[in-house]
C-alpha cells in the first residue's frame, strides 16, 4: 500500500505527467509508423545562418598565374545551379581566359544568368575588338548593362571625373557547400578579376546567408545600372544588420569633411574613454588626399595620447598625399613602414585596403562599449573627391575569426614592407590643399 500510495502521489505531479505523455507519444509513434523522425532545431538555424569567408591574394594556390583573391571570385562560378542569377560590377574586364572559364560554367548551366556592370571608360575600349577576345560580348547569357546605358556604374553620370571604383559580386542560389550558404552571396574584393596575378596584393570577403544586405547590395546595383542619383543624396549611406555588420554606399555626394572615416575613429576614442580598455589598430593605406589629412592626425593622437598600439602600413606611391599622411611622423619608430613601389626592387603592388580594430567599440548608437574585433574592408582610397563621386562601398565585419584571418593577412603585408620614415618614399604626390568638386 505504501509503494501505491508513494507512486500516485508522485503521479499527480505535473512533470511526472509530462514525462508519461512523452514516453507514451514515442511509444503510438514506434507502433503506428516505425518510429517517428527526431527534430532538428539546428538544420532551422543553419537555413539562416550568416557567415563570413576572408581571401588574402598572398595564400598559395595551384597556379601560379592566378592568385587566391581572383581564385575565390572564379570559384562561385563554379558553383551555378539552373536557378542562379549573379550581379557583378567591375573595375575593368576580367582577364580574357577568366572571362571564358566563367562563360564555360554558365554553359553548362544554360538557365543561369549573369548582369555585369563595367566602369564605362573600361566597358568603352571593347568597341574596337572583337567578340573573340572578349568571350562575355556575345554569350548568350551573360548581360552587359553597359551595352544599353554607356554611362551604367556610375550615380553622378554628369562629372566626367565619376569612376566605378568597386568589385562586387552578388549571386543567388549558388550550389551550397555547408550551411546552406549559396542562397545569399555578397562578394567584395579589392582588385578586379583584370590582374589576378600574384604580384598584387590585396584581399576579398564573402558574406552569405543575409537576404537583407543582399536585398540593399542588389538595390545599390540597380540604382548604379539605372544611374539613379536619388540614391546619392540619401541622408544616410549605410546599412547595418543585427550590428554585426555593415555596409557604406558611396557616392556620398553631400560630403564636405572625411566625416565617414572619423566616425570609425570617434567611436573608438569614446570607447577608450569610457572604459579605459586598451586598442590595437592596424591599416593599410593604398591611397590617401589631403582631406583625410585630419583622419591621419585623429589616429597619430591617439597613439600618443590613449596610447593605443597602432601599426600602419603605406604604399609608396603617387595615390597618397604626402601631406596627407605628414602627422604620421610623430610616431615611435617601428609604428609605420613603407612598402615600395611595383617597380623597385620589390615585386609586389599594394592594392590592400584595410583597417583592424581591437578595441572598446559601440556598434549601435547608445549601446555600451565592449571588445571588439573589427575588420573594415574599403573597394576605393581615402579620398574625399573620389567618396562623392566615384561608385564604391565599405564593410564592416564584427567577427573574431575573420579579424585573426585579416590581421594575419596585414602582418605578412608588415613583413614585406620597410622601416623607413616617410621622407625616403620617393612616389608620394603633392597635393596642395582639399579641392571637392
Known sequence: ????????????????????????????????????????????????????????????????????????????????????????????????????????????????????????????????????????????????????????????????AAALHLNLILATNLRPQAADD??????????????????????????????????????????????????????????????????????????????????????LETGIAQTHQPAKVRLVVSGADICHALFFESLAKLAVEQEIDLKIVIADTETVAIDAVHSLSALDDGNLRILAAKDSLQRHQLSSRILLIDGPYSLNEGEPSTRRRLTFFFSDDFNLTSQRQNSSIWIRIADKRVFLEAEKHWERIWALSENKPLTQAIHFGRQRRCTIP
Open 182 to 267: 549559396g542562397r545569399f552571396t555578397i562578394y567584395s574584393s579589392a582588385t578586379s578579376l583584370a590582374r589576378p596575378t600574384n604580384s598584387n596584393i590585396s584581399e576579398a570577403i564573402r558574406i552569405y546567408g543575409d537576404s537583407s544586405l543582399y536585398g540593399r547590395c542588389l538595390a545599390y546595383w540597380e540604382a548604379l545600372r539605372d544611374n539613379r542619383t536619388e540614391f546619392g543624396f540619401v541622408t544616410s549611406h549605410t546599412y547595418s544588420n543585427l550590428h554585426d555588420h555593415q555596409t557604406w554606399f558611396f557616392p556620398d555626394q553631400l560630403a564636405t569633411v572625411p566625416e565617414n572615416s572619423m566616425r570609425i575613429l570617434t567611436a
Open 1 to 160: 500500500m505504501a509503494t501505491f500510495a508513494s507512486f500516485i502521489s508522485r503521479a499527480s505531479q505535473p512533470q511526472v505527467w509530462l514525462r508519461y505523455l512523452a514516453i507514451g507519444f514515442i511509444g503510438l509513434c514506434t507502433l503506428l509508423s516505425g518510429g517517428c523522425e527526431e527534430s532538428k532545431p539546428d538544420e532551422k538555424r543553419n537555413a539562416s545562418v550568416i557567415g563570413y569567408e576572408f581571401y588574402s591574394s598572398l595564400d598559395s594556390t595551384e597556379s601560379d598565374s592566378i592568385d587566391a583573391v581572383a581564385a575565390s571570385g572564379l570559384d562561385l562560378f563554379s558553383r551555378l545551379s539552373g536557378e542562379s542569377q549573379v550581379f557583378a560590377a567591375w573595375e575593368e574586364w576580367p582577364e580574357i581566359s577568366i572571362q571564358s572559364k566563367i562563360c564555360d560554367q554558365l554553359s553548362a548551366t544554360p538557365t543561369a544568368q549573369l548582369f555585369v556592370l563595367l566602369d564605362p571608360e573600361a566597358y568603352a575600349i571593347a568597341d574596337d575588338l572583337t567578340s573573340k577576345e572578349f568571350p562575355f560580348q556575345n554569350h548568350p547569357q551573360v548581360q552587359l548593362e553597359n551595352k544599353n546605358n554607356p554611362n551604367a556604374g556610375l550615380l553622378s553620370p554628369k562629372s566626367r
